[in-house]
């Protein structure tokens, strides 16, 4: 208490000395004396009531022990009293056992006397029960059963009361009544019956259906008496519990199932849409069952059975079981993709299970599926195994048909646009669009799947099909009169490509959902150029072929007098490219520049060749303006066939090398040519050589002058241009040739 309020003290102290830093807060010393014994006054009164509290709480407890204490002592009083009176009583209790004895007695002979006038009547009421069965007056039969049953159980319920162990006079009444259990076993019979028509049933008499379902619920009831009876005595009658309600769902049960297996009218041997017939009657079926069930059957059962919950979960049970069944039949493509398209989509669809007479009364999403995933994963494998096969097969019984028409004499069809074709695209992307919308059906990913499987089959395709088309050329370059519409199909081909190439476009925004590139776009897109340009040089060979002759003699003494070669390779040309004129646009341009360009590669050939060497000014004069007079009817003939922007330039070539050999003054010989390199330079040193041998005056020190000086002045060919020299090559000059030219040119200089 001392150092308690020793810190009292400290703490006051220091509180006052916090008020009293300055001497002006000396004027306000009343007022915080005044305002610290508010403070206390509140403290202390708020003190004494927490006492009182507690004072009051200790009183009440102490009351209540007071109270409880004195109902102690009157229980143990009592308590007492109650033994006294038992000890005394036991003597009575054991003279009083003669009077136990005979109230058993008169138990016995009460249930004897009540049940005497049923136990002489048993026969009778047997033979009344039979008829009323077999007369369908089930409710009744039932009752007179009950009564048998009632009195047979209570004669046997006495008699093990008074002696258990006495199975002689058990074995009697069992005896007595033993057509009584072959009753019951007649009305089940009965009832199941019923229950296995209750479709029909329930239309035609529902009373009936109703009076089943009352006489299970009545016999549902004795059975839990009996097994409470059970519990307390140890006895229950023979055939107890029957469990009938158990055994009418499963007589249900088996009932809808029945149902469901019978839905198959037809084989596959006896018609081919066997499985499409079997699921729609299926279909058929448990829809207007179920239907019933709501509307009809739900009324014959009492509430809690949840009649419709269970019948829908019997039908879908029994659908999913069948169901499995044909899925281990050997099923092909088109059987496959019909039962998982109704699994995955009629099932749950308004013409089934959602229809809105049945979505009202159960949420199809709590269904578990008709399939697990991995079954219908194995059947989307084995559609896919077998689609392979068979598309492969199609494909190439397309292609063997296409061939054949390749070899008919006459020309093939034209689209509108008069483009020749064949059928192979239609029939191909017929197969493909087919397969297509059958998959759509199943499910979007397997939809995908299956386009990117067309593709990679279309892949192979192509290259077999590149593959026929080079044999065709092949085939045909043996007897170029046969066949006799190879150009015609040849464009027909190239022509195929394009519409390939739109039909898989086309395929691909109606089927996929993806903008992403396919796998096998690139290898398409690669084969299918690959057609276009190995056809279109095909029929380019078949031109110049024909114009070989022609070709040969640019730049020789013939030409140099008087040819018409270059007239009849126009004249030609124009020809073959009316009929190319059936190719379709992109193609029929790419070919005619390349006619272009291999038309002029071919002249500078027959140049580089150094067929001709001029012999004097004149006959240069004369050649170089034949060159520009014919390559003025090249320009003109491509010009007018729609060659491209690079038809002066390549044109050019021819006249700008034959600038080369008009020019008079070989002084200027160096600029002319390095005029010509400067416009084309991938021309080669050992083309500027050639173009010097044919003008036939340059020594050999001015072509070593210019081949030199071009040397060290090489301009750089950048490729922005198309090459035109660059795969002509000349010819090697021997040494003979070499010294004979150079002593022909030493002797006109020395002239």
Not at 442 to 461: A, P, R, T, W, Y
Not at 562 to 587: Q, R
Request: charged residues 30%; hydrophobic residues 40%; aromatic residues 8%.
């Amino acid at each position: 208490m001392e150092e308690t309020s020793r810190e009292a003290v400290a703490t006051a102290v220091q509180r006052v000395a916090g008020m009293l830093q300055r001497s002006d807060q000396l004027d306000k010393v009343e007022q915080y004396r005044r305002r610290e014994a508010r403070k206390k006054a509140s403290v202390e009164a708020r003190l004494k009531a927490a006492i009182q509290s507690q004072l009051d709480g200790v009183r009440t407890g102490l009351t209540q022990l007071h109270t409880a204490l004195l109902d102690v002592k009157d229980i143990q009083s009592s308590l007492a009293n109650v033994s006294k009176d038992w000890r005394q009583s036991i003597n009575t209790i054991e003279s009083l056992k003669d009077v136990k004895d005979a109230v058993v007695q008169h138990s016995q002979l009460a249930a004897a006397v009540e049940n005497l006038k049923n136990i002489f009547s048993v026969p009778e009421i047997v033979l009344e029960t039979k008829q009323l069965i077999e007369q369908g007056e089930l409710l009744q039969a039932h009752r007179k059963l009950m009564e048998l049953e009632c009195s047979r159980d209570d004669l046997m319920y006495e008699q093990y009361r008074m002696d258990s162990k006495n199975t002689s006079d058990m074995n009697l009444i069992s005896i007595y009544f033993a057509e009584v259990q072959g009753l019951s076993d007649e009305l089940a019979k009965q009832l199941w019956m019923v229950l296995q028509r209750s479709m029909v049933t329930v239309r035609r008499d529902p009373t009936m259906l109703v009076s089943v379902v009352r006489i299970i619920e009545r016999e549902e009831k004795l059975d839990r008496r009996m097994v409470d009876r059970k519990k307390q005595t140890g006895f229950i009658p023979p055939g107890r519990p029957k469990r009938w309600k158990d055994k009418m769902f499963e007589v249900l049960e088996g009932t809808v199932s029945t149902r469901i297996e019978g839905t198959q009218s037809v084989t596959r041997e006896a018609d081919k849409m066997w499985l499409v017939r079997l699921l729609e009657i299926t279909r058929k079926y448990v829809l207007d069952d179920l239907i019933i069930v709501k509307n009809l059957m739900v009324q014959c059962f009492p509430p809690h059975y949840n009649t419709f919950n269970r019948f829908f979960s019997l039908y879908h049970n029994a659908v999913s079981a069948r169901v499995k069944e044909l899925t281990l039949e050997d099923l092909e493509a088109n059987e496959i993709v019909s039962l998982l398209t109704w699994v995955l989509n009629t099932y749950k669809s308004v013409e089934m299970m959602g229809h809105p007479d049945l979505s009202s009364e159960f949420d199809i999403n709590q269904l578990e599926p008709l399939l697990p995933q991995e079954v219908v994963d194995d059947l989307l494998s084995k559609y896919v195994k077998t689609f392979t096969s068979n598309i492969t097969g199609w494909l190439r019984k397309a292609l063997e048909t296409d061939k054949k028409d390749w070899l008919k004499e006459t020309e093939p069809e034209a689209d509108q646009d008069g483009y020749y074709q064949t059928t192979l695209p239609a029939i191909v992307f017929q197969m493909f669009e087919q397969n297509l919308q059958v998959a759509a059906q199943i499910d979007g990913d397997f939809k995908e799947q299956v386009l990117k499987l067309c593709l990679k089959q279309m892949n192979s395709f192509l290259m077999r099909y590149r593959e026929e088309v080079v044999a065709y050329k092949e085939e045909h370059l043996k007897d170029r009169q046969l066949p006799q519409c190879y150009i015609q199909y040849m464009i027909a081909i190239i022509n195929n490509c394009q519409t390939f190439k739109e039909s898989i476009n086309s395929l691909k925004r109606k089927y996929s959902q993806s903008s992403e590139p396919f796998d096998s776009d690139a290898a398409i897109e690669r084969t299918l150029g690959e057609v276009v340009k190995e056809g279109c040089h095909f029929l380019l060979d078949e031109v110049f072929l024909d114009l070989e002759n022609h070709l040969n003699e640019l730049l020789t003494r013939k030409w140099l007098v008087g040819s018409h070669a270059v007239d009849t390779i126009c004249v030609t040309v124009e020809d073959y490219f009316n009929d190319f004129n059936k190719v379709k646009k992109p193609f029929n341009q790419d070919m005619t520049n390349e006619a272009l360009c291999r038309v002029v590669v071919e002249y500078l050939k027959a140049v580089m060749q150094k067929r001709i060497t001029f012999k004097n000014a004149d006959e240069r004069k004369d050649g170089a303006e034949r060159m520009i007079k014919e390559a003025e009817q090249f320009k003109f003939l491509f010009k007018k066939l729609a060659a491209g922007e690079n038809t002066d330039r390549l044109c050019g070539s021819i006249t700008a090398i034959a600038e080369v050999f008009k020019l008079t003054d070989p002084t200027l010989l160096f600029l002319e040519v390095t005029t010509l390199v400067s416009k084309y330079p991938d021309i080669r040193e050992d083309h500027i050589q050639a173009l010097l041998a044919v003008r036939g005056d340059a020594s050999r020190e001015m072509r070593q002058m210019i081949i030199g000086t071009l040397s060290e002045n090489k301009v750089s060919y950048s490729g922005s241009t198309q090459p035109i020299f660059k795969d002509i090559t000349v010819p090697t000059i021997t040494m003979t040739t070499m010294t004979t030219m150079t002593s022909m040119a030493t002797a006109k200089l020395l002239k």
